[in-house]
């Protein structure tokens, strides 16, 4: 049943959310700027961001019943360990809670037209669950900011505190660049993986219909699309590892930098140069969600050096 929720991408969340968090709190108290979240309700806060996420895969699940059967018959979770009806109550239940979360943080904190995040995000992976596969790479785009917007989403929640910070820090570009960074290098690789996928399963997707980018433009197109992105990513870090000599003035982020995220990520160029079945775009796939994870370890490597 826990598989059903992708466990691992969930505490992915969590880790990403609770470090920007934590990061911004720590910075703040710098200059005695207030937060609005304490760490409990910025628990809650984290916990309807869960809410949407294990919605949006359930709903996925849903929609991709028939397709599963065909791409990963051995891990199908509905159908043999709750019904579609089941998952559907369970849908309902999980974003009724989540909406009702939502509510109760956007009025602790006196701004109630927050509380409209919340059913845009539920509506936009719903749509990506019904239509957005067979919309090609609008689908792709959809999954890609919402992962952005995990990490970006905090600093919303937090902008009054962000706002007063960028004008009496005294290096305020720093903590805005390290958005701008992980929200890139977030979208940048999800879009990659999300290409990476769609290739390794395009057996079901064509017997589903979908219209992805290697069904619709063919295999050795989804390859240049997915190069595209990886070199795109590549410049990124590199970009950023000049930053941190420059700016944070950082040689042991440096060398994180090249051996966790410039290697592995050398390493997936060098794997679709000469991935040709479906067998190679699974392997591929564990390394994308590798790169996705590194920034993860980046952002705790971050908060250790800024202390």
């Not at 700027?33 to 996420?53: A, K």
């Not at 690789?189 to 063919?218: F, H, N, Q, W």
Request: hydrophobic share 55%; with cysteine.
């Amino acid at each position: 049943m826990i598989r059903l929720f992708r466990w691992p991408n969930l505490l992915i969340v969590v880790l990403t959310q609770w470090l920007v968090y934590d990061l911004i709190r720590q910075q703040f108290s710098l200059y005695d700027i207030p937060i609005l979240l304490d760490p409990i309700h910025f628990g809650l806060f984290i916990l309807s961001t869960l809410i949407i996420t294990a919605g949006g895969y359930l709903i996925n699940d849903i929609f991709d019943y028939d397709i599963d059967l065909i791409n990963k018959p051995e891990r199908q979770v509905i159908g043999r360990v709750i019904s579609i009806g089941q998952a559907q109550w369970l849908y309902h239940g999980l974003n009724s809670l989540g909406f009702l979360l939502s509510f109760y943080l956007a009025y602790h904190i006196s701004n109630l037209p927050l509380v409209l995040i919340y059913p845009v995000a539920v509506a936009l992976l719903y749509w990506y669950s019904w239509r957005g596969k067979r919309a090609g790479a609008s689908g792709n785009l959809v999954v890609a900011l919402f992962c952005a917007f995990v990490a970006g989403i905090v600093f919303f929640a937090e902008r009054a505190g962000f706002v007063a910070y960028l004008q009496i820090a005294e290096s305020p570009q720093i903590l805005k660049d390290i958005l701008i960074f992980y929200s890139l290098y977030a979208f940048i690789s999800t879009l990659l993986r999300e290409i990476v996928k769609d290739t390794e399963d395009m057996a079901g997707d064509r017997a589903a219909d979908c219209r992805t980018i290697p069904i619709r433009y063919g295999v050795s197109n989804a390859k240049k699309v997915a190069i595209s992105l990886a070199i795109a990513l590549l410049i990124l870090s590199i970009y950023w590892s000049i930053y941190q000599i420059q700016v944070l003035a950082n040689w042991w982020g440096l060398g994180f930098v090249i051996l966790l995220i410039l290697g592995p990520n050398l390493f997936v160029l060098y794997l679709l140069r000469l991935a040709r079945q479906t067998a190679d775009f699974s392997r591929l796939s564990r390394w994308t969600k590798y790169l996705m994870a590194a920034g993860i370890l980046y952002l705790i490597f971050l908060k250790i050096i800024l202390i």
